[in-house]
Nanobody
Framework: QVQLVESGGGFVQAGGSLSLSCAAS????????LGWFRQAPGKEREFVAAIRWSRSITYYGDSVKGRFTISRDYARNTMYLQMNSLKPEDTALYYCAAMSRVSSRPEEMDYWGKGTLVTVSS
């Protein structure tokens, strides 16, 4: 089992920044890649970014490229998502996920956190 706990969501004005964290724990979580997805009301869950834990190779969804940065801290067993130049359309519930192989498809995730809400006002 892998446990994932998100934090850092909140309210921010358009153009602002916010940083999310995902604390990972459990058996062999370091063998998984970790990623972020988001889901806005009435919409499907969308891939945001992913990172291979051991090699720090990163992947991004088209809608966040150049604005969001994913990273991880080995010592703290924590993954981060730095979000800059936020837009109202970034408003969503953001989920941390663990995957045995890198994928942008929600149905291929092995574990999920409970999510943290990000609200961007115009």
């Amino acid at each position: 089992q892998v446990q994932l706990v998100e934090s850092g969501g909140g309210f921010v004005q358009a153009g602002g920044s916010l940083s999310l964290s995902c604390a990972a724990s459990g058996r062999a979580f370091s063998t998984y890649a970790l990623g972020w997805f988001r889901q806005a009301p009435g919409k499907e869950r969308e891939f945001v970014a992913a990172i291979r834990w051991s090699r720090s190779i990163t992947y991004y969804g088209d809608s966040v490229k150049g604005r969001f940065t994913i990273s991880r801290d080995y010592a703290r067993n924590t993954m981060y998502l730095q979000m800059n130049s936020l837009k109202p359309e970034d408003t969503a519930l953001y989920y941390c996920a663990a995957m045995s192989r890198v994928s942008s498809r929600p149905e291929e995730m092995d574990y999920w956190g409970k999510g943290t809400l990000v609200t961007v006002s115009s």
